[in-house]
């Protein structure tokens, strides 16, 4: 968190600097947010036929979406303003449906009732990674009994949300925070960098 990340030239201490060798320097843009979403994959440990709610389809929503499908998400729904990012989300097949949340609230609010109408029992895993505290609060009506809430989103430190602590009791919700991309560059470079490196004639 210092500045100078686009000088012609920075100094930072060598533990800070990963090399890659097959990624190029556009592609390796995307190390950032796919190990931010390595470092929630961990945090939240899906299982093999969870059911996977996820609010927004911004690049880190997208980073995260693509693994937790191929982690144990045999069903997971994008739920986002429609635009050129769900136009991407689809065209990445990061989700088996895509429900398009308009920007105005009642219509929106209706949309949701439907989802949630149409998936009584819940999901297993939601994921919020809007920062909007509203959809925050109603993200956790989503989640199905023993279910997980992952707050993924960057919020500012005075944003405050209400849950309703008797929900998370009686329902044994829980509440997983997902920071940044804690110790997990090594992670996607070896994940993305080295499946590049496949000898596709054979």
């Known amino acids: 968190m210092v500045d100078g990340g686009f000088a012609e030239y920075a100094a ?28 929630g994959l961990n945090k939240i440990t899906p299982q093999m036929g969870s059911k996977v709610l996820l609010f927004r389809a911004g690049p880190t929503g ?3 979406a693509q693994p937790l ?13 429609g635009g ?19 920007r105005e609230t009642e219509a929106a609010a209706a949309i949701l009732k439907k989802l949630r109408s149409e998936n009584p029992y ?30 993924h989103g960057v919020y500012g430190d005075n944003d405050l ?19 940044n991309q804690t110790y997990k560059f090594p992670a996607p470079i070896e994940y993305l960098d080295k499946s590049l490196n496949i000898d596709l004639s054979t």
Do not use: W
């Open 12 to 39: 930072y201490p060598a533990k800070r600097v990963f090399t890659f060798e097959n990624l190029s320097d556009v592609d390796a843009t995307r190390l950032e947010p796919t190990a931010c979403a390595a470092h």
């Open 84 to 102: 050129l990012k769900m136009d991407l989300a689809r065209s990445l097949n990061a989700a088996d449906e895509s429900v398009e949340l308009p």
């Open 62 to 64: 997208l980073m995260l």
């Open 69 to 81: 499908r191929e982690n144990g998400g045999c069903h997971t729904v994008i739920a986002a303003p």
């Open 161 to 179: 949300v209400r849950i309703s602590q008797s929900m998370i009791f009686k329902e044994e919700i829980n509440v997983l925070g997902s920071f």
């Open 122 to 151: 819940g999901f297993d895993i939601v994921v919020e990674a809007t920062r909007n505290a509203k959809i925050l609060e109603d993200a956790i009506h989503f989640v199905n009994k023993s279910g997980k809430l992952v707050v």
